[in-house]
């Protein structure tokens, strides 16, 4: 069988487009813009069962875009954890996946 063309339907009156198109207009430079796109791309590509190339680079870009969402300045470094408590493990627990066989 040959496999079909894939095509991406882009419905201008959405009012994500909408808005994406106004901040590009406002902003072509706008770094928040290029990524909100980028997402929606790749968000795409996913929901449509394709995987993508850098989901390394994806997960950055979420990760931004969360930090932007929660005003988050993009250059606060994260603080050392070194107040908290070291993770406690289980001695001689087998993991409970071990046990579906």
Sequence with gaps: YMSS???MEINPDNGIMEELRK???AD???KS???LVMLLFETALLT???SLDEPNTFAARIHRMLKL???IDEDDNVEEDGDMPALEEDVGEESK????D
């Design 28 to 30: 072509k430079n706008d």
């Design 97 to 100: 996946m071990e046990e579906v």
């Design 5 to 7: 063309k894939k095509t």
């Design 48 to 50: 449509s069962g394709f």
């Design 69 to 71: 969402g929660l005003s």
């Design 33 to 35: 813009v290029k990524d």
């Design 23 to 25: 901040r590009a207009e």
